[in-house]
């Protein structure tokens, strides 16, 4: 729907150029999957590897310093459902973000929108490689996920995933400790749903409210990307128990 709008819209640094190029690839990317066959199963797959999540990192999910901030990172980034309408929010005000945010902020925005376009291409893999094993996804168990996982030969894409989550929560960290950030958030809420952008406003408030009710933030996605690290890791070597980890963090 917007596509001409980011293709026609002049750029004039590599941060404007980097995130042109991801959302121009994510916009490929999420009207080609609108038509494929699995894409309604992707809500449950999401939901199955969110819960997941949760076991693995009970413990950070359970502490009140860490939960609303991890609530986020599970949710919002590191198991998105597609949000079409937030997505073509951004593709939008793509124009006037390039004319008013900063460089450093511009390649944050690219971070996450190839976080979620990795995510979701990852899912996607997936979804056709249970089917096509014959597995019922609606029964999805742990080894079918892992041998699913492990014939997709996404290994490359997957670490990149981790990567970005550490990439994208450090990002966020020092953008939520601005105090204009807060206050534009506030200001921008009426304007927002005005121009009915209230999809892309609550996803970046959702993330401010969650990064500055958390301490030590960096040493939370340092313990969260080791974890997955090792779960890769023991999926890989068909260990019995993949999503069981040794917890590094004390808390």
């Known amino acids: 729907m917007f596509r001409k709008r980011l293709v026609a819209t002049p750029v004039r640094s590599e941060s404007a150029r980097q995130l042109q190029s991801r959302l121009l690839a994510y916009h490929d990317f999420r009207y080609s999957k609108a038509n494929h066959p699995l894409a309604g199963y992707q809500a449950a797959l999401a939901q199955w590897q969110s819960e997941r999540l949760?076991?693995?990192?009970?413990?950070?999910?359970?502490?009140?310093?860490?939960?609303?901030g991890l609530a986020f990172l599970l949710s919002d980034l590191y198991t998105p459902v597609a949000d079409n309408r937030r997505d073509d929010d951004?593709?939008?005000?793509?124009?006037?973000?390039?004319?008013?945010?900063?460089d450093s902020l511009l390649d944050t925005f690219a971070s996450m929108v190839e976080l979620n376009h990795v995510t979701q291409q990852l899912d996607l893999s997936l979804l056709e490689q249970l089917v096509q094993t014959g597995v019922n996804l609606d029964f999805l168990h742990q080894e079918a996920y892992c041998a699913a996982f492990r014939a997709t030969g996404s290994i490359d894409s997957r670490e990149c995933q981790i990567s970005l989550i550490a990439k994208v929560g450090s990002q966020l960290d020092?953008?939520?400790?601005?105090?204009?950030?807060?206050?534009?958030?506030?200001?921008?809420r009426g304007p927002a749903d005005m121009a009915g952008l209230e999809d892309l406003h609550a996803f970046l408030h959702r993330g401010y409210s969650a990064f500055q009710s958390m301490d030590r933030v960096e040493v939370l996605i340092n313990e969260v990307v080791a974890r997955e690290r090792q779960v890769l890791a023991q999926i890989l070597a068909g260990a019995r128990e993949p999503f069981s980890v040794t917890g590094r963090l004390r808390i």
């Open 54 to 68: 949760k076991t693995t990192h009970a413990d950070l999910y359970r502490h009140p310093s860490y939960h609303q």
């Open 174 to 188: 020092r953008y939520v400790k601005s105090r204009s950030v807060g206050w534009l958030l506030g200001m921008s």
């Open 90 to 102: 951004i593709d939008r005000v793509f124009p006037k973000m390039i004319k008013w945010l900063p």
